[in-house]
């Protein structure tokens, strides 16, 4: 059974630092990796979707990496800012049709002023 | 273009009681889903259907029942409410063969 972890838990940074998030897991057979963000009280909105044959994808200040061999993937955001504050979670996806997502529990983080 | 519509937003029901939640979208999207979400669990797929018609068991479907009434509708009923069914329930939909889901808002449900 598909299990994804996500580390650390929880993050609070000062504004304007780099940081990354993690997302693991544990059969490599998948058929892409995605990123979510989750602000307060609201539905997750799509960040990054990774296939399984890419390394990486990119949006804006966002980047996303895929291991597969390892079971990994990091997203990092740049310069960080308050409205980064959400909870971000990785779910994985085992095939192309009617696809069923495995989500990890989320790294909930808060950026300071 | 609304995307995702969950109804209601909030509801309390007791042990025993039964009622449906409702989803629908108009993206004209073939697969819709319906996940729980629990504190340190993460979000877990209950029930998932790949196109009107048609609807599979996901994780965890023990004490639901869904029922696809069309492209755009997709419903999840309780029919004897438990308080382990306390939690956050989320509507999702997808081109069959595309990978992004689009949820919902959520239902905040409390069984007491």
């Known amino acids: 059974k598909q299990e994804v972890t996500q580390i650390p838990a929880a993050l609070s940074v000062p504004e304007g630092e780099n940081l990354v998030l993690n997302c693991s897991f544990t059969d490599s057979a998948i058929y892409n990796l995605q990123w979510f963000r989750q602000d307060p009280g609201k539905g997750l909105t799509s960040l990054l979707l990774?296939?399984?044959?890419?390394r990486e994808q990119t949006s804006g200040r966002l980047n996303a990496s895929l291991d597969k061999s390892s079971g990994r993937s990091t997203l990092y955001i740049a310069a960080s800012q308050p409205g980064d504050s959400a909870t971000y979670l990785c779910?994985?996806?085992?095939?192309?049709?009617?696809?069923?997502?495995?989500f990890g529990t989320g790294t909930r983080l808060q950026v300071t002023l | 273009n609304a995307g995702v519509t969950q109804t209601p937003k909030f509801q309390v029901l007791k042990t025993g009681q039964s009622m449906t939640l409702q989803c629908a979208q108009d993206m004209n999207h073939n697969s819709m889903y319906w996940y729980r979400q629990d504190p340190g669990m993460g979000l877990r797929l209950i029930y998932y259907?790949?196109?009107?018609?048609?609807?599979d068991k996901g994780e965890v479907p023990n004490g639901y029942n869904v029922s696809r009434l069309n492209k755009r509708e997709f419903s999840l009923r309780l029919e004897s409410a438990a308080p382990s069914q306390t939690s956050v329930y989320f509507c999702a939909s997808a081109f069959t063969g595309a990978d992004t889901q689009y949820f919902g808002p959520g239902t905040r449900l409390t069984v007491l």
């Open positions: 779910a994985v996806s085992i095939t192309g049709t009617a696809s069923k997502l495995t």
């Open positions: 259907s790949a196109s009107e018609g048609t609807t």
């Open positions: 990774i296939q399984s044959s890419q």
